[in-house]
């Protein structure tokens, strides 16, 4: 029985945390295992209490951000749920990497601050290092995160991709060979399966990925920097240390104090020459020729370094890193209100939870009678859901489109899809369809309208047919549902039996190697 | 290699073809799986007889483009001689297309093509394109209907289809097949192609030379285990007489290990004539022969009725007074279960198995020989004996695709051995030949021995009952 939420507003269910989208998916993959009616039982009674509670059932969000807290209180023996035990394991892990990126910085500013009386602190090492390094870091982590897709997508038609394409198709290549002589089959099927479920996480869950990964670099690099920034002040407090610069090029101060003013610019209204960092005569009193070594060289002009090289720290290592971790924040803030929850997975438990029983068929026609778990069996007397969409263009295999009536077929998909009979446009799923899909007109199919496909339960889904729903897909946008319905061998009397369960696992097992989280799989029996 | 008659095994994924090419080549490292895309390119084996290749098979993936491949076909039908190749010319490089290629290598390369479908499910469109792409090839072809199921709803219409486009039609069972109904399909394969006539014949030849060759070794290898069984025996030597309650289990559990183990010998080097190598035939758990030879229900179902038996021993001129002169001139003690003592008095002679001898010596020169064996019960030769051919049966009819069936004997069905079906002749000649391998009399066995032969071998012709 699921437990009962404290009546919660809409509107406060309308928000989703990184952690409730984990437990959301880890709620999914448990009832991947659990029979259908069971499911169905529990979420018909969770869809009721939300009507009762008020929560907007127009909301996937609310409804769904309602289910997950009816049904993510972990079980008696179950101390903390895997969702909370993933991100408190990814938190540790960044505290660690973090205390090791404060102790990293520190100790290599404090190398690279080493002086004991003879040499002075190299100031181009460190500025190479501290802050030319970190502005190319910075530089480069916008060019990689903050760049819009489609420049990032244009580095896949770049010189070096295309470079690299030989080899990695080569790879590509080797591996499938490996993966031939060394997996049977029906690992190879899961390796691919296993592909899928990533690509399809990634679709859904990608950009929210995204920005937490790249939150956590911010994170780290501001310990990077506040380390080093803690042992600057200390060692430039506590002990007396002499800057200064030397080149073998021959580079002249004033090129020198040029580079300096511009690296300067940020802070120069506030600290000016002299203070926020050194001028022209402080650069020149700074160099150091080895041969002369550093006696006769002022101490003041030696020491006119550290407010730069600090403030240099500040102003290009750690106000970058801050000013990306909110960044960060808001885009992962964003992401997660971008979260519509209309995937097939969450449409199902809408679905389940808003709408009349739906019978669980227990005698399937397997050879097993297997039952078939995590996802629906219907039979004639179903109520179904209501769609998301108002019209469906079907396409149906020729076999089945021979086998019966039209308008049969019709009242039989119409019931499966919720959508009115005559909200359907029924069609030939010809040969010569699938060995030219594109006569199958999807650009100007209207955008409510969904593409469902009904094929033979019993013919594993061929290499043609997936290169068909790729192409629907592409055509079609990244977030319409694709339904797909599985008719069961035809029975003595011409109704359509219940797949076989096996039957259904190899399909589903097969659409899920697509990666589309937006293509749904269900039988279609009578 | 020689030039023998090539097929090449194609179909849509996942309708058995690698079980057919198991079972017709004989060979079990052909990987099945009942998840589809198992075979991603293509494997070649060879059905031998005794060493020299006879036919080879290859299987291939399935299809992976129908539509496509057919409406290529369509319009490339008249303008290529050798369609099969100008198709991998030019899809090759193409990765979507990478299975549909392999299947058609052997067909580019002259195969003979045998198109299996699983004829327990609906016939579909993309059936109907796969056997015209087949037509198109121009190839000989057979249809092979491989049922994976018993639904017989659709068989029909498979027939019907097929008589349009293909030379042949076979249903063919490859999990299930016996040695004679592959000769059968083996046979068909002669009227697709009046070419191959000559080839195939040889090859029939040659490989029901070399099945009857399997069984006079199998039936030699029966023999063999009978001779060690029954003139099996176990001894040990005791210093004090206090020490010989002690010894007995010991050697008790000697004997039975030493008679499993001439039994489970035997089993193994018939399923080697039978070139089931990888110990992939698994006896269900439920079957009889994983009873113990001792056990009450092995007992039970092998062997002969006390009638049958008290005549074949009397037949054999050794009447019942085989079982009183084991009872009274030896030292009998229950070496195994107490089993016959719920039967009567006469019974228990004929039916239970505590009648081994324990012969107990003393020796000259201090302390005591256990003997154990041989057993002399009547009932037990005709147990080992059946056994020992049904197991052979197993393998002889085991297809080579078989993954796992039940192979068990009702319970309530006893005495399902071969031995109590045979004649009262058979079993007196049985009894003579037991007789005569426990006495040791050579020239008698000499005499017997090409009857009793005669009758193993038309037992182990017989189709298996289980």
């Excluded at chain 1, 039982?41 to 909301?59: L, Q, T």
């Excluded at chain 2, 269900?284 to 005549?311: C, H, M, V, Y």
Aim: proline residues 4%.
């Amino acid at each position: 029985m699921a437990a009962q939420p404290e009546t919660k507003s809409s509107t406060r269910l309308e928000k989703w945390s990184l952690s409730d989208v984990l437990a959301f998916e880890v709620a999914i993959a448990r009832d991947a295992d659990q029979p259908w009616d069971q499911l169905e039982k529990r979420d018909r009674e969770i869809g009721e209490k939300a009507a009762k509670n008020g929560v907007n059932g127009s909301s996937n969000r609310a409804l769904l951000r309602y289910w997950l807290d009816c049904v993510k209180k972990p079980s008696a023996e179950e101390d903390i749920p895997p969702h909370e035990l993933f991100l408190e394991a990814y938190h540790l892990a960044t505290k660690l990497i973090t205390i090791v990126a404060i102790i990293l910085g520190g100790s290599v500013a404090l190398e690279f601050l080493r002086y004991q009386g003879v040499e002075p602190v190299n100031v181009s090492a460190f500025f190479g290092l501290f802050i030319l390094l970190q502005i190319f870091f910075g530089l480069t982590t916008f060019g990689l995160f903050l760049l819009p897709t489609s420049n990032a997508k244009q580095l896949k038609f770049s010189a070096g991709f295309q470079l690299l394409r030989p080899l990695l198709l080569g790879t590509a290549k080797m591996l499938a060979n490996f993966s031939a002589r060394s997996l049977s089959g029906a690992k190879r099927q899961s390796v691919l399966s296993l592909a899928g479920s990533i690509r399809s996480s990634f679709s859904l869950y990608g950009l929210l990925l995204r920005w937490k990964l790249f939150g956590s670099l911010q994170v780290i690099a501001i310990a990077f920097n506040v380390g080093a920034l803690a042992v600057m002040l200390m060692v430039v407090s506590f002990s007396d240390r002499a800057f200064g610069w030397q080149t073998t090029l021959d580079v002249s101060a004033e090129s020198i104090h040029l580079l300096i003013q511009l690296v300067a610019l940020p802070w120069t209204w506030l600290w000016s020459e002299g203070v926020g960092y050194p001028s022209l005569v402080d650069i020149e009193g700074s160099r150091i020729v080895l041969k002369e070594g550093i006696r006769g060289l002022s101490s003041s002009h030696l020491v006119s370094w550290w407010p730069f090289l600090t403030l240099g720290l500040v102003v290009y290592g750690l106000l970058p890193r801050l000013l990306f971790l909110i960044w960060a924040r808001l885009k992962q803030n964003k992401a997660l209100a971008m979260l519509d929850f209309r995937h097939a997975s969450a449409q199902r438990i809408v679905e389940r939870m808003k709408f009349d029983p739906i019978k669980f068929e227990t005698q399937s026609h397997d050879e097993g009678g297997v039952e078939r778990k995590g996802a629906p069996a219907r039979t004639s007397d179903e109520t179904s859901p209501v769609s998301p969409s108002s019209s469906a263009s079907v396409f149906i295999s020729e076999t089945i489109w021979q086998h019966k009536e039209k308008d049969e077929l019709k009242t039989l998909i119409s019931s499966i899809l919720n959508i009115p009979d005559e909200q359907l446009k029924l069609d030939q799923l010809t040969l010569d369809r699938i060995a030219e899909p594109d006569r199958i007109d999807i650009e100007n199919t209207p955008e409510e309208t969904t593409f469902c496909f009904v094929f033979e339960s019993w013919m594993p889904p061929l290499e043609e047919t997936k290169q068909l729903l790729r192409k629907v897909r592409k055509e079609s946008g990244s977030t319409k549902m694709i339904r797909i319905l599985l008719a069961g061998k035809p029975a003595a009397n011409g109704a359509f039996q219940n797949p076989s369960s096996s039957d259904l696992d190899i399909w589903s097992l097969t659409i899920s190697q697509l990666g589309d989280p937006y293509c749904q799989v269900d039988p279609l029996s009578e | 290699m020689a030039d023998i008659p090539t097929f090449a095994i194609i179909g849509h994924p996942n309708e058995g073809k690698s079980s057919v090419v198991a079972t017709l080549a004989e060979d079990e490292s052909v990987r099945i799986s009942p998840v589809p895309g198992e075979t991603t390119r293509l494997a070649r084996f060879d059905l031998k007889a005794g060493n020299a290749s006879i036919i080879e098979f290859v299987d291939t993936p399935g299809f992976q483009n129908p539509a496509k491949t057919l409406a290529w076909f369509k319009q490339n039908a008249n303008a290529e001689d050798n369609i099969a190749q100008a198709f991998i010319q030019q899809h090759s490089s193409l990765s979507d297309y990478r299975h549909d290629c392999e299947l058609m290598k052997p067909v580019a390369s002259g195969a003979g093509i045998l198109y299996v479908v699983d004829g327990s499910r609906p016939i579909t469109s993309s059936d109907q394109a796969e056997m015209e792409i087949l037509r198109l090839t121009g190839k000989p072809r057979m249809a092979i209907i491989n049922c994976k199921s018993d639904e017989t709803l659709y068989l029909d219409a498979w027939k019907a289809a097929f008589r349009k486009s293909f030379n042949a039609i076979r249903v063919f069972d490859a999990c299930g097949a016996t040695f004679s109904e592959r000769i059968g399909l083996l046979d068909a394969l002669k009227s697709v192609d009046q070419d191959w006539n000559p080839s195939l014949q040889k090859a029939i030849d040659l490989l029901q030379k070399d099945w009857a060759r399997r069984g006079k070794r199998a039936v030699e290898t029966i023999i063999d285990s009978l001779e060690q069984g029954l003139r099996f025996s176990k001894s040990k030597l005791v210093a004090r007489e206090s020490d010989l309650e002690l010894a007995k289990p010991e050697l008790e559990r000697a004997y039975r290990e030493g008679l499993e183990k001439i039994e489970r010998r035997a089993w193994n080097e018939i399923q080697r004539q039978y070139r089931h190598q990888a110990l992939k035939i698994s006896i269900p758990d439920s079957s009889i022969l994983n009873e113990n030879l001792f056990s009450d229900r092995t007992w039970q179902a092998f062997g002969l009725t006390g009638k049958q038996l008290a005549l074949a021993a009397g037949a054999a001129g050794a009447g019942i007074g085989v079982g009183l002169d084991v009872a009274a001139g030896g030292i009998a003690f229950g070496v195994f279960t107490a089993a016959g003592a719920a039967f009567g008095a006469g019974a228990a002679l004929l039916k239970g198995k505590d009648l081994a001898k324990l012969k107990i010596k003393q020796i000259p020169v201090g302390g005591f020989k256990l003997q154990l064996g041989p057993n002399q019960n009547p009932q037990f030769p005709f147990i080992l004996l059946d056994r020992v051919i049904l197991y052979a049966k197993i393998c002889s009819n085991w297809a080579h695709a078989r993954q796992n069936r039940d192979l068990s004997i009702s319970d309530e069905n006893l005495k399902e051995g071969s031995s109590s079906r045979w004649d009262a002749k058979q079993r007196a000649l049985c009894s003579k030949v037991f007789q005569a391998i426990r006495k040791e009399r050579n020239d008698q066995l000499e005499t017997l021995y090409p009857e009793f032969k005669e009758v193993l071998s038309s037992e182990l012709e017989r189709n298996p009952d289980h």
